[in-house]
């Protein structure tokens, strides 16, 4: 005897119902680990990036970027030797000149070795600042990129150019003790010292910022 449709039907629907019945897990009990709810990250969360980086950094968030280490080219570390062991020559040279001056401001009609090793000190405070100037603005311009202590550096060699002009002033205005210009020889003296202590006193200033950051 063959089922009507309907009966068919049914037995169908009851059929797959008891499949999908059988494939389900059995209940866990209410205390046991299975039954306990598990937390899953929303799709939001996960592609979230103040997430991700809490979860790969949940110290400090992403990692700090460190500066690039600059790269001086090697004439720079030549230069800053030169500059180095000229600058060691400046006091005592200012010493020399301060002391043959003096005598010579005091003295006025002294002449011969002492007026000669004035020139020759003040030439060679000359010389100095030429090399000096060279090699430190030289440097200067290597390391504009570089932050560290530039502050000093710049106040340094603000200084030394201040200095620089006063040494040349200096120079050209020695006393004359020949010619019409000898009647103004004190006043010219006066003028040749006052210059020379500015230039001095302003390169002094100027050693001395290099001096504190060096300690």
């Not at 499949?19 to 592609?47: E, F, M």
């Not at 720079?76 to 000149?97: D, G, M, N, V």
């Not at 002492?114 to 090699?135: D, E, M, P, Q, R």
């Not at 006066?190 to 230039?199: D, E, P, Q, T």
């Amino acid at each position: 005897m063959t089922p009507s449709p309907a009966v068919r039907n049914s037995l169908i629907c009851l059929a797959l119902l008891g499949a999908a019945a059988a494939q389900q897990p059995p209940a866990a009990a209410p205390n046991s680990p299975a039954a306990t709810p598990v937390a899953y990250l929303r799709a939001p969360d996960i592609l979230s990036p103040a997430a991700t980086a809490a979860t790969l950094f949940p110290a400090g968030g992403l990692p700090q970027r460190h500066p690039m280490a600059l790269q001086y080219p090697p004439g720079y570390y030549t230069r800053l030797k030169i500059h180095k062991i000229a600058s060691f020559a400046t006091l005592p040279l200012f010493a020399a000149e301060v002391a043959l001056g003096n005598s010579l401001y005091n003295n006025p009609q002294e002449r011969g070795s002492k007026k000669a090793a004035h020139g020759i000190v003040g030439a060679s405070i000359v010389g100095l600042f030429a090399v000096n100037t060279l090699t430190g603005g030289w440097n200067l311009w290597d390391s504009r990129h570089d932050p560290s202590s530039h502050g000093l550096i710049l106040a340094h060699s603000v200084l030394m150019l201040i200095a620089d002009a006063g040494f040349v002033a200096t120079s050209m205005s020695g006393p004359k003790t020949r010619g019409p210009e000898a009647v103004n020889f004190h006043a010219q003296a006066i003028r040749h010292r006052n210059l020379a202590y500015f230039s001095i006193g302003i390169a002094t200033i100027g050693y001395g910022l290099m001096l504190f950051r060096h300690h």
